[in-house]
C-alpha cells in the first residue's frame, strides 16, 4: 500500500530518476557500508522481528487509567489500545520510526494515513534508563479527538514526519475525499535524498553518457557539498579557510530541509535548491526560541547554527559529522581541536574546570542541551559563549548553572571573571533588546552585521510600535542576506499598508520563493485597481505562488484559514468563507477559523453570527487572549460596553505584552468613564513596553482629557519622536 519501485533508468536527455541506494553501492561500496549503518538508512522500516526493537511479549502500560498492550500474531506485530472513537480495539504496527534513541511504531488507519503511537520504546541501554515503554506525554495523556491523540493530525505521518524520513515523498493527499496516496522513491533516508535522482548518473556511470559532465549526472555534486578546508595559520589559535565562506553554508542547505522547523513551498523539493526558496524556517519568536537565541520547543538545529560564529566562517554539518555514517568525525575535545588550537582551548586556563572532568569538555559549555519527547537530549547549536549574568537578566537558561545546580548565575558570573580576569561582556542579541523592550536602544544598532541575520530577522518582528520601524524595515529589505529580507517581508504586516507596500513592493521580485511569498501575505491587501498594470501582474503572479504553498498543507486546517486571509484581503468574502469552512469540516474546533469567520460576518453585518463564533472559540480556548480580544471588540460594536471591558480585560491580562490588547481596553475603560482604570492598564503596560509609542501616546491623550497633564509622559514622547527624525 505504501511502498513504490525504483523507477527503470532515464534515457539520456529525460529528467532524472530516482533508481533507490542499492543502485549506488557497486560503485561506491565504502560510502553504502557506513550510510547502511546510519540513523537516516533506518529512518524508517518495514515493522518485522528484525527491525522492530520494543518488547512485544505481551506487555501491558498504563497510564492516566489508559492501558496499551503490545503483543504479537506470528510475525505481524500489535498493540490494543483506544482508538479514534475512543474504543479499545486491536490495531496492526505496519512500520518502525526511528531506532534510537527512542523508537516509534506507524499504525495504519483509513484514508491512506499512517499515525504514530503515543507509547514509544526507549532504546537506550537498560544502565541509562532504557528498554522500557514510556508515554510521550507523561503529564497529560491525549485523548480519542484530540490533535496530539495517537490517531490525531499532530501524530500524522504523511504530514508531519514522512518527507524528512523517506526519500523521494510525494504525499499525494485529496482534500475532497480526504485520502492520502502517498509514495516514496525510498522508505527511508538514501543516497538521493541529499544528492538527488540519480539516473543520469547512473547511466553515465555504466557508459551510456559522455563523461564530460562536470556534475557526472548528480542533480547535487559532490563538489556542491564539499567542506572547505581549515587550516592552523602559524601561531594563530583558531584554524581558517581560504575558500569562500559562503561556499560553505550553501553546502549546508542539503540538510537544513530535514534539520529545521519550517513549512515546504514546493510539492517537491530540489536537492541542491537554495534551501529559502523550497523552504519557510520560523525565526526566533517566542515559543520556538528564548529570546537569546537558544533553543526551546522542538526547532531542531538549523535555527541555533545559523547563528554561530562557525557558519559564518563556512564551516557546515560535515565538518563535525560524517555524511554517511552521521558519526562524530571524532570524539571529545579533539572534534573541536579541528580548528580551536588544543593548546590555547583545551586547558584550564580556559575552561576552568579540572582536566578530563566533564566541565572541561567543550560542548559542556557551548552546546547546552535540552531533552525533547522524554529521552532525546539534543545539544544547542549555537556554539555560542555562556554568559550567565545576561541568562539572570533575560530569565533564559544558562549552562553554568545546569551543572552546578545549586549555584546561582550570579555566582557563574564572579567565577568566570575569576579565571578570565574581566567580567562578562555585555553583548545582547537584538532579539533579547527587544523582547525586553529597552527603551532608547537605537534601531539602527540592532541591525547591524554584528549579528546573525537571523537574530535580526528575529527583531524585525518586534518593532511593530517603535518609532523608526519603518526605516529598519526597510534598511533589511535591501540586505544581502535572505533571512533578513524574510524578517522584512514578515514584519510588513506591522506597517500601514502604503508603508508595507513602499517597502515590499521590491521583495515581490526577490530570488528566493520565501521571501516573495511573505511579502505577498502582507501586500495582497493592496487595491489592485491602484497598482501600474505591471505591479499588478506581478503581485498575482506571486500571490499564486503564496496560494499554492498554502495548498500544499490543504490536509491542515491552519491552511486553509490563511487562504482565507488572503481572499478576505483581496476582497473575495465568498471564498473567504468557503476556506474557513473547510478549516472548520478537518477540525470543528479549530479555534483560529472560528475568530476569522467571526471576523468574515462582522464585516458583511452579521454581528449576532458574528458573536457566536467568538463565545464558541473563547469555551473552546478560555486560555487564548486572540478569542476574548474579539468577542469584547464585538460587544463594543453592539454598544454593550459593561459585557465587553471583562474580556478584553481578561484578553489583556492572558497577552502581557500585545501593547493593542492594553490600548483597547484603556480606551474602552475611559469610555466607560473608568478613567483612573485606564491610566493604570496604560502605566503598566508601559512597563512591559516602553518603546510602544501608541501606548503612550495615548496615555498622554487621557491624562490631557482628565485635565491632568504629566509633563514627564509628554516630555519623553517628544524624545522619542525626536531621536526617531534623527534616525538614519
Not at 495615548?698 to 514627564?712: D, M, N, S, Y
Request: charged residues 25%; hydrophobic residues 40%; glycine residues 8%.
Amino acid at each position: 500500500m505504501f511502498l513504490l519501485a525504483a523507477p527503470a533508468l532515464a534515457p539520456a536527455g529525460d529528467a532524472a530518476r530516482y533508481v533507490g541506494s542499492e543502485a549506488c553501492t557497486g560503485c561506491h561500496a565504502d560510502e553504502a557500508r557506513r550510510w547502511q549503518a546510519s540513523h537516516h538508512a533506518q529512518s524508517m522500516q518495514l515493522a518485522s522481528p528484525a527491525t522492530v526493537l520494543g518488547d512485544f511479549r505481551d506487555v501491558r502500560v498504563s497510564h492516566h487509567g489508559q492501558t496499551t498492550r503490545f503483543f504479537r500474531r506470528g510475525e505481524a506485530f500489535y498493540v490494543r489500545t483506544a482508538g479514534p472513537d475512543g474504543r479499545e480495539a486491536d490495531f496492526q504496527v505496519t512500520h518502525t520510526f526511528g531506532v534510537h534513541p527512542l523508537q516509534q511504531y506507524l499504525v495504519a488507519l483509513p484514508g491512506g494515513r499512517l499515525q504514530a503511537l503515543g507509547v514509544a520504546w526507549d532504546a537506550r541501554r537498560r544502565e541509562e534508563g532504557g528498554q522500557r515503554w514510556y508515554h510521550l506525554y507523561p503529564d497529560a495523556p491525549p485523548k480519542p479527538g484530540e490533535p496530539v491523540h495517537w490517531s490525531g493530525r499532530e501524530q500524522n505521518w504523511n504530514f508531519m514526519c514522512a518527507s524528512c524520513h523517506s526519500t523521494g515523498l510525494v504525499k499525494n493527499y485529496d482534500l475532497q475525499s480526504d485520502r492520502y496516496r502517498t509514495r516514496w522513491a525510498e522508505m527511508a533516508v538514501g543516497c538521493e535524498a541529499c544528492h538527488g535522482p540519480a539516473s543520469a548518473h547512473l547511466l553515465w556511470a555504466r557508459g551510456g553518457k559522455p563523461a564530460v559532465a562536470a556534475d557526472a549526472g548528480l542533480t547535487v555534486a559532490t563538489r556542491q557539498l564539499r567542506r572547505l578546508v581549515f587550516r592552523y595559520d602559524g601561531n594563530q589559535p583558531i584554524a581558517r579557510s581560504d575558500g569562500d565562506p559562503k561556499a560553505g553554508q550553501r553546502a549546508g542547505e542539503t540538510c537544513f530541509g530535514c534539520h529545521s522547523r519550517r513549512q515546504q513551498l514546493t510539492a517537491e523539493p530540489r536537492p541542491g535548491a537554495a534551501f529559502l526558496d523550497d523552504y519557510r524556517p520560523v525565526l526566533i519568536e517566542p515559543g520556538l526560541y528564548h529570546s537569546d537565541g537558544q533553543i526551546d520547543d522542538e526547532v531542531f538545529e538549523y535555527g541555533s547554527f545559523v547563528q554561530s560564529r562557525m557558519h559564518r566562517a563556512g564551516v557546515t554539518c560535515s565538518h563535525c559529522h560524517d555524511s554517511h555514517s552521521l558519526k562524530l568525525r571524532t570524539y571529545g575535545n579533539a572534534l573541536c581541536g579541528q580548528c580551536h588550537l588544543p593548546s590555547r582551548y583545551d586547558r584550564p586556563e580556559h575552561h576552568g574546570h579540572g582536566e578530563g572532568s566533564a566541565g572541561a569538555q567543550c560542548v559542556s559549555c557551548h552546546m547546552p542541551t535540552k531533552t525533547y519527547m522524554g529521552v532525546h537530549v539534543r545539544r544547542d547549536h549555537r556554539l555560542a559563549v555562556p554568559r550567565p549574568a545576561q541568562s539572570a537578566r533575560l530569565g533564559t537558561p544558562d549552562a553554568c548553572t545546569a551543572c552546578h545546580k545549586d549555584k546561582s548565575p550570579a555566582w557563574a558570573a564572579a567565577a568566570i571573571e575569576r579565571w578570565t580576569g574581566r567580567p562578562e561582556a555585555a553583548v545582547t542579541p537584538p532579539v533579547a533588546v527587544l523582547a525586553g523592550r529597552r527603551a532608547g536602544v537605537p534601531l539602527a544598532e540592532l541591525l547591524s552585521a554584528e549579528y546573525p541575520a537571523i537574530q535580526q530577522a528575529g527583531a524585525l518582528l518586534r518593532l511593530p510600535g517603535s518609532l523608526g520601524a519603518a526605516d529598519a524595515v526597510a534598511r533589511a529589505a535591501r540586505s544581502g542576506e535572505g533571512l533578513l529580507r524574510l524578517g522584512a517581508a514578515r514584519a510588513l504586516a506591522g506597517l500601514a499598508l502604503p508603508e508595507a507596500w513602499r517597502i515590499g513592493d521590491s521583495l515581490l521580485d526577490d530570488p528566493l520563493r520565501a521571501v516573495r511569498t511573505e511579502a505577498a501575505r502582507t501586500l495582497a491587501a493592496v487595491p489592485a485597481e491602484r497598482l501600474p498594470p505591471a505591479r499588478r501582474e506581478r503581485l498575482s503572479a506571486v500571490l499564486a505562488e503564496l496560494i499554492a504553498s498554502e495548498e500544499l498543507a490543504a490536509d491542515r486546517p491552519e491552511s486553509h484559514v490563511n487562504l482565507a486571509r488572503i481572499h478576505a484581503a483581496r476582497g473575495q468574502s465568498e471564498a473567504a468563507e468557503q476556506a474557513l469552512r473547510t478549516a472548520l469540516r478537518l477540525d470543528t474546533a479549530f479555534v483560529p477559523a472560528l475568530v476569522n469567520l467571526a471576523d468574515l460576518y462582522r464585516a458583511s453585518g452579521r454581528e449576532a453570527d458574528g458573536e457566536a463564533q467568538l463565545r464558541q472559540a473563547v469555551r473552546l480556548a478560555p486560555a487564548a487572549a486572540e478569542p476574548a480580544h474579539a468577542l469584547g471588540l464585538a460587544l463594543i460594536r453592539q454598544g454593550r460596553r459593561d459585557a465587553a471591558l471583562p474580556e478584553l480585560a481578561r484578553a489583556a491580562a492572558l497577552a502581557p505584552d500585545n501593547g493593542r490588547y492594553a490600548l483597547v481596553l484603556a480606551v474602552a475603560q475611559l469610555e466607560s468613564g473608568l478613567g483612573e482604570a485606564a491610566l493604570a492598564t496604560l502605566t503598566a503596560a508601559r512597563v512591559r513596553l516602553p518603546e510602544d509609542v501608541a501606548l503612550l501616546r495615548t496615555l498622554v491623550q487621557i491624562e490631557r482629557r482628565l485635565g491632568r497633564p504629566e509633563a514627564a509622559h509628554q516630555a519623553e514622547l517628544l524624545r522619542l519622536e525626536r531621536g526617531a527624525a534623527a534616525a538614519p
